[in-house]
């Protein structure tokens, strides 16, 4: 596994906890008897998190590779990322309700449509906050930036080579 697709997956991990911890604190106020079962929630929920983290950033080589950050369209993020929980949480969240013994499509709405909009969000905040590092460029610089030269190093660079070949130093 590459830098970047196990930095999605920790960052995606991370995100997901904080929103299971924050789920399981606002599902324990009506049933404190939940408290202690808090922390394990927000570890089950972030190692989901880190599984579609990892998932998306299959997505992101197989659709996005050779593209800019400032190139890339945070619409079409929050989508791929919604569609990359679907699956998942389809066949967890059919296994779960199996267990009553009937599947019920009206059952299975919450478990896959929580994750594919977290999971959307998620993918939104990830590409805004990388085209927002991105440093600010200006019109003329996207047109002048198939090859950049720094006048000062190539000044330096041309005195250098002045007296190379003729003796001099």
Wanted: without cysteine.
């Amino acid at each position: 596994m590459d830098s970047g697709a196990l930095g999605n997956a920790l960052a995606w991990g991370v995100v997901w906890a904080g929103f299971g911890l924050l789920m399981g604190a606002i599902s324990s106020i009506s049933r404190p008897y939940m408290l202690p079962h808090v922390p394990g929630y927000a570890i089950m929920v972030g190692t989901l998190g880190a599984f579609f983290g990892r998932s998306f950033g299959a997505f992101i080589s197989a659709n996005f590779r050779g593209r800019s950050v400032d190139e890339l369209s945070p619409a079409r993020f929050a989508f791929g990322g919604a569609l990359v929980t679907i699956p998942f949480t389809l066949l967890l969240g059919a296994y779960i309700q199996s267990w009553n013994g009937w599947i019920f499509l009206s059952d299975l709405i919450v478990p896959v449509a929580v994750p594919a909009v977290f999971g959307g969000l998620t993918a939104f905040s990830t590409v805004k906050l990388a085209q927002r590092a991105l440093p600010e460029v200006r019109p003329m610089d996207r047109l002048n930036s198939g090859i950049s030269i720094d006048a000062d190093r190539l000044a330096e660079a041309a005195n250098r080579t002045r007296g190379r070949g003729t003796g001099t130093v």
